[in-house]
């Protein structure tokens, strides 16, 4: 393994220790990008684009006198999404979607003293910090201090919005799975789920797979006591950047799950009868966020995207990109599998084992051909070095 030895603090990003600030660090500088690359953010042609060029003047006046707000909206997914799809794009229907979008969170958080319209808007604007959406009637939307209006119809805002009773507020939204992260049971307005690099899947739309929205609390709450107990400072990690998780699907006999570098804070996963295979899916979906963030400083590796190697976990020739993806997100699964098995859970040793093998597979194929930046180096290290951990477990 070849390429420059970087410096600072990337060394439990893989598994974190006790009290890590590791991960912390990293989406801090993630958001931190995200809300520079909104101030200055261009105006897209047409006229969501001159709304946005009003807009901008009004953004720049939140920022300096609220901070604190507009990094908690920017932070949202259904927000920084946005921002980062417009990424030298010029898309006045995505733009027409993050002003209204932003438009509103920062009214709910009462920091919005203009009145903002967007003359094409969305059918519908969520709002995840109040845990609903804005459906409005067609045509401009108006987003005020003192309330939303389309056309005479309107309603106030404010902090107690989600509790307004208005035909066009959707109150069944999101439901609260722990603490700060959220299950979408509507709508996802990320505009790259119906991507799909996964030759199994065919893109990740928004899909209850026929269960209620109890069942999937009670799956990934159950998921989420697993990681809790043997794996309490990946847990803790969750808590500072996991916002969202996006339903795909229910099946009884196989899983998928899936996120996108744009989409910091939101994992897709379907629905599965075991608590074990939900823990392993945020796990996995959740140390991809860890790396997307990463990827916001920079390059990991020089060599990231050809040529393509053989890949331990998917039947198609990867690039060593999607090899790390894979080693990174499956060695902390393999730490949880041991915690499980040294306390008695016997029925998981024969899932460790291969989990282990491919973990080594994939660690290897990094060691021999990844060549990584200063700023990969670090991480490619500490793979290795969890990698010996677990060799009881794939030398047998």
Known sequence: MSGDRGGGVLADLTLPAPGSQTARGLFSAALRRALTELLRLPPAPGPNGAAWGRFAPVLRKIAAQAPGALASAVRRPTVGTLIRCLRGRPDAALQGELLATLALELAVAGVLEDRVTVPQPPAMVLCLGARCALAPPPGPLSIGPDGWAVDGAGGALGRNFGTCPSEH?????YETIAGPIALALRRDNNPLAELEAHPDKSGSALNLGGQPAAAWLAGLRAGLELIATHLPALRAELDVGLVLVVPVGHDGERHLSASYQEAIGTVYVSLHPSALTLAEALIHEFSHNKLHALLEQGPILDNAWSPLYASPV????????????????????????????AEGTCDVERRLRQVARGNHEAVETLRLHARPTALGAQLLAELVALDARFRRWWED
């Open 169 to 173: 507020v959707l109150k069944d939204i």
């Open 314 to 341: 998917r039947p198609d020739p990867r690039p060593l990109h999607g090899v790390l993806l894979a080693a990174h997100a499956f060695l902390p699964v393999a730490a949880m599998l041991e915690s499980m098995l």
